[in-house]
DNA sequence: AATACTTTGTGAATACATTCACAAAGTATA
DNA sequence: TATACTTTGTGAATGTATTCACAAAGTATT
């Protein structure tokens, strides 16, 4: 298995591809790449090519074995052991972030959640207490080592360097700007407006309707 | 101005710099690629370039008057009239999606919001009260294109459906499966999970203490 | 006005990702 | 066992994106 120089988009689709394979789990025991590609919508060579970059764990003529890919997959992407992660901000981004039911088949699980707003420390929030934001320490010695970040924009850097201090080194950044953070550090951001931002250039320009009228004219 | 070619990952930059763009307004007239690149993250080089897609917009040592910067891009985005949007699935994701103060800034509104389950059908959050997701009807009269679908993954393909049939061309989908529309509809999806499941690939491995003792000895 | 400096803009070169063409290795059938 | 069929796997070719090297065009300074 070499693991060295896998694409960055490889492993950007190893995730898709392990969901749609735990979904298969019932339907059989194998799966071909062209099946897997009609449940996930990416090409099937393109599919196989990105298993190889790990070595053919396929058998041809058949497909690849669901339960045994499946392993592959999470032992590529270390999500064969279980990972703890803590949140921090519980607004409405970061409650829906704690009671987001899809963690748990990647094996994660939300250990702890923190705010620095006095009226949600306390409150209780599928069964994970809000903590105050200060106590953010030590997360090595219970073993955590992915934060979570919901806060507004600018407390944002200062939770990523509590994070860091107290251990993390993953980071799963919901804010819209650029956290820094060292090197062996890695900050994965989702800002969901800039992604809305970017739909209108793609969708069709509305059509003038005197100028329909003059086609049909 | 020539639009045709643009790099889908141009595309995707776009958004940033118009938020980190928006933000500089204050701080002066005008910005270099190199000032803008430290708020981004992004190679100025690179910015350029983007930039370079669409003419020359810049003064050459000065850098980018920061107004005409905004209008530019927001013109190429299609960003320069407002946008509404309708919600479908008013849970956890969905509320905090309802009440995400960011979409603002690029001209977002969300101007209706559906359910199927009857305990949320009538509720308000943000002044905006959610109405029977079988209403999702003729959307296209009150000029609303774009949907977003916050709903289980079970549902998420017959909701795309619905709008789909009520005129929406762009879909900004949170839920974690593929989903079938027409070719002149653009889909965006937003995997919370596959993201935060790329993360642990990434982080730096657990040192064996056994291997470090024995290094030392 | 001349020189030094700053910054944009672009064709060429490099790096990265996807697709092609086809060999390899299995299953199913006669 | 031979033949047809299916599906994986891979080097080469193509396509896409980023980076390089440097020219072009401005500002600031002497």
Redesign the interface.
Known sequence: MRYHRIPAET??R???Y??ALLLSLQQGKSISSSELSA???INPLQIRKDFSYFGGFGTRGVGYNIEKLIKKIKK????DSH?Q?VLVGAG??G???L??P??A??G?QIAAAYDSDPAKIGKTINNITIEDAENIINLKKKNI??G?IAVPRQQSQAIAQSLVNAGV????NFS?C?LAVPK?V?V?T????????????????DKKIGFALNKRA
Chains 1, 2 share one sequence.
């Open positions: 492993v950007r190893l995730p898709v392990l969901n449940i996930v919508g590529i992407l270390k999500l990972h992660a409405n981004l409650s829906a972030v009671a987001y899809g963690f088949a990647y994660f080592k992915i979570i080194t993953g980071i799963l819209p650029r062996r890695k994965i989702i800002n969901i407006a800039t992604d809305l931002a970017r739909l209108p250039f793609y969708m069709p320009a």
